[in-house]
T-cell receptor, first 116, second 112 residues
Framework: EAGVAQSPRYKIIEKRQSVAFWCNPI?????LYWYQQILGQGPKLLIQ????????DSQLPKDRFSAERLKGVDSTLKIQPAKLEDSAVYLC??????????????FGPGTRLTVT | DQQVKQNSPSLSVQEGRISILNCDYT??????FLWYKKYPAEGPTFLIS???IKDKNEDGRFTVFLNKSAKHLSLHIVPSQPGDSAVYFC???????????WGAGTKLIIKP
């Protein structure tokens, strides 16, 4: 079974530029998550999709971050414009929402973003 | 406000011995707890979980203990192996709000 795919793996941009990350979840997984992990901290949920609908985006800085999930499969996360404090690893995860298995999220390798 | 705390940034253990990783939480409404393991340049992988109706859950070399009165959980790895060297994250969720709240992680180093 193929895992969660993310691209790019690394990205360096200057502040005020824009950037986009792509995620392809595990086939059949209805729930998709985007997390931000700042160095030395645990992952923080930015947005959660159930199929192509947003379940929770309460911690998404909506003035600069946006996300969409096309046809309930792939997802993109965009930052525009980027700030220095956006430097972090952006993790995508998916889960097949059924009973306790819902809690078992499968993560991609992440995209390391550096804003200079 | 850190609701899930892992107070030890790192832990070094001799191969073959027991590794004990600790996690404290402040929200008494948390009812499901998970441990994830993360290798460098990879995403976290699920390790083991426990519901608040239990106080212990075992899976091979891994055992998680939950002390609800102390709001504390721990992960025991016996015996520790070199491949266990990784960062371990504790996470918790509350009822129907399935959002996971994560600790900052503990880096476990297994010495040969």
């Amino acid at each position: 079974e193929a895992g969660v795919a993310q691209s790019p793996r690394y990205k360096i941009i200057e502040k005020r530029q824009s950037v986009a990350f792509w995620c392809n979840p595990i086939s059949g997984h209805a729930t998709l998550y985007w997390y931000q992990q700042i160095l030395g901290q645990g992952p923080k949920l930015l947005i959660q999709f159930q199929n192509n609908g947003v379940v929770d985006d309460s911690q998404l800085p909506k003035d600069r971050f946006s996300a969409e999930r096309l046809k309930g499969v792939d997802s993109t996360l965009k930052i525009q414009p980027a700030k220095l404090e956006d430097s972090a690893v952006y993790l995508c995860a998916s889960s097949f929402r059924t009973g306790l298995a819902f809690y078992e999220q499968y993560f991609g390798p992440g995209t390391r973003l550096t804003v200079t | 406000d850190q609701q899930v705390k892992q107070n030890s940034p790192s832990l070094s253990v001799q191969e073959g011995r027991i590794s004990i990783l600790n996690c404290d939480y402040t929200n008494s409404m948390f009812d499901y707890f998970l441990w994830y393991k993360k290798y460098p340049a990879e995403g976290p992988t699920f390790l083991i979980s426990i519901s608040s109706i239990k106080d212990k859950n075992e899976d091979g070399r891994f055992t998680v203990f939950l002390n609800k009165s102390a709001k504390h959980l721990s992960l025991h790895i016996v015996p520790s192996q070199p491949g266990d060297s990784a960062v371990y994250f504790c996470a918790a969720s509350e009822g129907s709000n399935y959002q996971l709240i994560w600790g900052a992680g503990t880096k476990l180093i297994i010495k040969p």
